[in-house]
């Protein structure tokens, strides 16, 4: 089984400042995914980034990239030039790669990120 | 990519009741899956509902508890029964896609069930 940590349950900064949410995790597989998703007030999970565990390259999506350590297993996300709609709940996940195709998530406690106008 | 309807979106049921929560894929998908996500808390995952099979429960979460259908690729039911507040959360239904660089977990809205 597979374990997701994630130790800011909150976090706060100014618009426009750079946030970094932590996340590490504890798994046996080999191939797998790790995710950000981001839950606003609505509740709909919204995929953030997603990176490739056999891919060393850290992925970036506009203002969101991530820090991936495999061999330390972290999953770090930064957030650049942070943005009023970035309020939210942030939820690092992994998700299994099994013979039957993608397996169900395994979700870190989450993070409450707000941005101050 | 997948479009999840997942109906009802909320719901206020008495104590010692059921209620079913349905959700409807726009593609066909192998397997489905059953989340529960308590106030102020992260998502845990019920169960995996597999077409053509019993559902695939997790650590914590019992058949009688949660029963699942699962008739066809497109289509789930969670039912939660016998309510107690305890049961107060947000259920939601989502759908893997595996495509290397465009793998994703897609989401119902959920539904906020509120036990009184």
């Known amino acids: 089984a597979q374990t997701v940590t994630q130790s800011q349950p909150e976090m706060s900064v100014q618009e426009a400042e750079t946030v970094t949410l932590s996340c590490t995790y504890d798994?046996?597989?080999?191939?797998?995914?790790l995710f950000w998703y981001k839950q606003p007030p609505s509740r709909q999970m919204i995929l953030v980034i997603r990176?490739?565990?056999?891919?060393?390259q850290n992925a970036t999506e506009n203002r969101f990239s991530v820090n991936f350590q495999k061999a330390a297993k972290s999953f770090s996300l930064k957030i650049s030039d942070s943005q009023l709609g970035d309020t939210a709940m942030y939820f690092c996940?992994?998700?299994?790669?099994?013979?039957?195709?993608?397996?169900?998530?395994?979700f870190g406690k989450g993070t409450h990120l707000i941005i101050q106008p | 990519s997948a479009v999840i309807s997942q109906k009802p979106s909320r719901d206020i049921c008495q104590r010692g009741t059921s209620l079913t929560i349905q959700c409807q894929v726009d593609?066909?998908?192998?397997?489905m899956f059953w989340y529960r996500q308590q106030p102020g808390q992260s998502l845990t995952l019920i169960a995996t509902?597999?077409?053509?099979?019993?559902?695939?429960?997790e650590s914590g979460f019992v058949i009688d508890k949660f029963p699942i259908s699962r008739p066809n690729l497109t289509f789930s039911t969670l039912t939660v029964s016998n309510l107690s507040p305890e049961d107060s959360s947000i259920y939601l239904c989502?759908?893997?896609?595996?495509?290397?660089?465009?793998?994703?977990?897609?989401f119902g809205q959920g539904t906020r069930l509120t036990v009184v």
């Open positions: 989502s759908v893997g896609l595996q495509g290397g660089s465009r793998t994703e977990a897609f």
């Open positions: 798994t046996s597989e080999n191939n797998y995914y």
């Open positions: 990176q490739e565990a056999y891919k060393q």
């Open positions: 996940a992994f998700m299994k790669i099994g013979g039957g195709g993608a397996d169900g998530l395994t």
């Open positions: 593609s066909q998908v192998t397997m």
């Open positions: 509902a597999n077409q053509g099979s019993e559902a695939t429960y």
